[in-house]
Nanobody, 116 residues
Framework: VQPVESGGGLVQAGGSLRLSCRVS???????????MGWYRQAPGKQRELLGT???????NYADFVKGRFTISRDNARKSVYLQMNSLKPEDTAVYYC????????WGPGTQVTVSS
């Protein structure tokens, strides 16, 4: 199962983007059973977890995105979303989704570039 991320792009600092992740290869019941997460990897850095969302849309966030990023999901569409506001240059990275236990294959990611 490989998620497919989309929605990235170039944005100025202070701007917003909404990323999408579709896990079409998963059976709906399997997707619905998973805690999903958004991750990112900046050049030369390790991949880091930004936040997670349960089947019932309970969320948790890393401190460095709390208050700026919001994760949501649509179980019927087997999709997860990341709304990013007040973007900073340090948010520049490739963004991925996966389960909280990284059970799926990694998708291609979507590049987010924030200019100062």
């Amino acid at each position: 199962v490989q998620p497919v991320e989309s929605g990235g792009g170039l944005v100025q600092a202070g701007g917003s983007l909404r990323l999408s992740c579709r896990v079409s290869g998963a059976i709906t019941s399997v997707f619905n059973s998973k805690i999903m997460g958004w991750y990112r990897q900046a050049p030369g850095k390790q991949r880091e977890l930004l936040g997670t969302i349960t089947r019932l849309s309970s969320t948790n966030y890393a401190d460095f995105v709390k208050g700026r990023f919001t994760i949501s999901r649509d179980n019927a569409r087997k999709s997860v979303y990341l709304q990013m506001n007040s973007l900073k240059p340090e948010d520049t990275a490739v963004y991925y989704c996966n389960t909280d236990m990284q059970e799926f294959s990694w998708g291609p990611g979507t590049q987010v570039t924030v200019s100062s």
